[in-house]
């Protein structure tokens, strides 16, 4: 998998955990970073926003229904 695939993944993967506690409304791009370890300009690098994340998210085909659904 390239770099730039991992760092996305990274970042998706921060969301997704901070989202198991917090409305993504109220998690910040800086909440996202801090939680990866990683700075801000390597965000914007691969991405606009949060939800420019979310999106790269479901598109890309990380999202794998099967295992996010909890009955």
């Known amino acids: 998998m390239p770099r730039s695939n991992q760092t996305k ?3 998706a993967q921060s969301l997704q955990e901070l989202m198991a506690t917090t ?3 109220k ?3 800086n909440d996202i970073v801090d939680h990866a370890n990683v700075g801000r300009n390597t ?3 691969h ?3 949060k939800y420019d994340l ?3 998210y ?3 085909g990380a999202f794998s229904l099967k ?3 909890i009955f």
């Open 54 to 56: 979310v999106n790269w």
């Open 9 to 11: 993944q990274l970042l």
């Open 27 to 29: 998690i910040s791009v």
């Open 67 to 69: 295992n996010s659904l």
């Open 23 to 25: 409305p993504l409304e």
């Open 47 to 49: 991405f606009e926003d």
């Open 58 to 60: 479901f598109q890309s």
């Open 43 to 45: 965000f914007y690098y």
